[in-house]
């Protein structure tokens, strides 16, 4: 999994889609998807610095992306609830026994 995800795919990523990639990644991670925002952010202050995307841009791109995955995130549990939480574990095996101990 670490190969999927290593600094240079992400890098990669971001060249090649941008603002876009930034906002739907920090979206994602910000939403509760895996995926590692910090760095995301990183990469996009990096190719802001080093000219290849504009800093503001970067900036707005990674609020608004962290804004709109905590608000999804947020009416996702409040629709969805403990119901929707107990499908998801059935997809990775995790049982509702084993939701309950972490709850």
Do not use: H
Not at 16 to 28: K, M, T
Not at 52 to 67: Q, S, T
Request: aromatic letters at 12%; a negative charge; glycine letters at 18%.
């Amino acid at each position: 999994m670490s190969e999927v995800i290593s600094l240079e795919v992400i890098q990669e990523i971001a060249r090649q889609y941008g603002y876009w990639a930034i906002f739907l990644g920090i979206s994602l991670e910000n939403a509760g998807v895996p995926l590692p925002g910090e760095t995301i952010t990183l990469v996009g202050g990096f190719l802001a610095g080093s000219g290849e995307l504009d800093y503001g841009l970067v900036f707005g791109c990674a609020v608004g992306g962290a804004i709109l995955g905590d608000n999804f995130g947020y009416w996702l549990g409040k629709w969805g609830g403990w119901s929707l939480l107990v499908k998801i574990g059935r997809l990775f095996r995790i049982s509702e026994a084993q939701l309950q101990e972490v709850k």
